[in-house]
């Protein structure tokens, strides 16, 4: 039986702060082998997160084999973020390069 899969402990924090600027957070990070935590759309853009937890030495935040596997395949639409600020700058930047009402 497959144990349920650790998440860090700031991903909690970071899914709310996403959900409350309006963004659509799919939480994947259950799934096997997947490289990445959530799946997140915002302003007509989307991309694929992978969550660190901040707190951790630099050491502890390395990406792992699939997380690194799922970077190069998807390039600019895969983010690594540790921290609300970084979120914040996430969705700022995919705002930017959506297809919101400006766009």
């Not at 690194?68 to 540790?82: E, Q």
């Amino acid at each position: 039986m497959r144990r349920a899969a650790k998440i860090d402990a700031n991903q909690p924090e970071i899914v709310e702060y996403f959900r409350k600027a309006g963004a659509v957070v799919d939480i994947v990070s259950s799934l096997p082998g997947i490289g990445y935590d959530l799946i997140v759309h915002y302003m007509g853009a989307i991309v694929l997160v992978e969550v660190k937890d901040g707190s951790k030495p630099p050491s502890e935040r390395c990406l792992t084999a699939s997380e690194t596997a799922a970077w190069k395949r998807h390039g600019s639409k895969f983010a690594v973020i540790s921290d609300i600020q970084e979120a914040n700058g996430l969705l700022n930047s995919m705002a930017e390069h959506g297809l919101g009402p400006n766009k």
